[in-house]
């Protein structure tokens, strides 16, 4: 019996819509340069381990594109007044909060009220999303209808730790009326399923926590990009305590 043994360049790159590139019955996901040659069975093993290291740089890489062009591509959610639902903010015009731990943020609009402290009520609107799966909707507070069927904001108190640290972080330096679209990095996001705000919709619930703390995913190295969040948070109000 005869084995096929291929191999591939680890310099090679992908191209804009990569198409599978096929040489001498060898398969790769992208316009890889490579050679193939009969081998006995006892290599096999090597040949294999080789490609998915390939595969799986080459899978990290285009995580990392894609979630350049998806937040290049996210427009505001469409209860904002302002700016237009069209508008578009590449990722360079986002700003690392200093001493934030990598959170970067852009104000869509800065508010003219106060400022909160640790240890006030804080009342926000969000829009959460989730990189890792094409900035899926996982959560809105403007689905939070009271029973005159407005908009039920977020209130926690700001500093008491029971909130990931990317939205407390995030609003700590806002001003009351202020928008602001927030990345919010693994590290600062969801560490474990009890964190606040969770899904008040099981199946919502369900996908986001799979997906972050998915450990075939995570031993992979996804780690980076699994957790990564996306939040635009509109301060509502805050009350000292």
């Given at each position: 019996?005869?084995?096929?043994?291929?191999?591939?360049?680890?310099?090679?790159?992908?191209?804009?819509?990569?198409?599978?590139?096929?040489?001498?019955?060898?398969?790769?996901?992208?316009?890889?340069?490579?050679?193939?040659?009969?081998?006995?069975?006892?290599?096999?093993?090597?040949?294999?381990?080789?490609?998915?290291?390939?595969?799986?740089?080459?899978?990290?890489?285009?995580?990392?594109?894609?979630?350049?062009?998806?937040?290049?591509?996210?427009?505001?959610?469409?209860?904002?007044?302002?700016?237009?639902?069209?508008?578009?903010?590449?990722?360079?015009?986002?700003?690392?909060?200093?001493?934030?731990?990598?959170?970067?943020?852009?104000?869509?609009?800065?508010?003219?009220?106060?400022?909160?402290?640790?240890?006030?009520?804080?009342?926000?609107?969000?829009?959460?999303?989730?990189?890792?799966?094409?900035?899926?909707?996982?959560?809105?507070?403007?689905?939070?209808?009271?029973?005159?069927?407005?908009?039920?904001?977020?209130?926690?108190?700001?500093?008491a730790g029971k909130v990931i640290s990317g939205i407390e972080v995030a609003v700590r330096s806002m001003k009351v009326g202020g928008i602001r679209r927030v990345i919010?990095?693994?590290?600062?996001?969801?560490?474990?399923?009890?964190?606040?705000?969770?899904?008040?919709?099981?199946?919502?619930?369900?996908?986001?926590?799979?997906?972050?703390?998915?450990?075939?995913?995570?031993?992979?190295?996804?780690?980076?990009?699994?957790?990564?969040?996306?939040?635009?948070?509109?301060?509502v109000s805050l009350r000292h305590q």
């Open positions: 019996m005869i084995l096929i043994k291929c191999s591939a360049s680890t310099s090679a790159t992908c191209v804009k819509d990569p198409l599978p590139h096929t040489k001498d019955n060898c398969k790769y996901p992208c316009y890889i340069f490579a050679t193939c040659s009969s081998s006995s069975s006892s290599s096999l093993s090597s040949s294999i381990a080789t490609a998915r290291v390939i595969r799986r740089s080459l899978s990290l890489s285009l995580i990392s594109t894609a979630f350049s062009a998806f937040i290049l591509s996210l427009p505001p959610p469409p209860s904002y007044p302002f700016p237009s639902p069209s508008s578009k903010f590449p990722v360079s015009d986002f700003f690392e909060l200093p001493n934030s731990g990598g959170l970067k943020a852009l104000d869509l609009l800065v508010g003219s009220g106060e400022v909160p402290e640790d240890g006030d009520q804080v009342a926000i609107h969000y829009y959460g999303r989730l990189a890792a799966k094409q900035g899926w909707r996982f959560d809105s507070t403007y689905d939070h209808k009271d029973e005159n069927g407005d908009p039920n904001p977020f209130v926690f108190v700001l500093g919010i990095p693994p590290s600062l996001g969801y560490q474990n399923t009890s964190q606040e705000p969770i899904p008040p919709n099981f199946f919502d619930r369900q996908r986001l926590f799979t997906t972050i703390f998915n450990p075939t995913r995570l031993a992979n190295g996804e780690g980076s990009t699994l957790g990564t969040l996306i939040f635009d948070i509109e301060l």
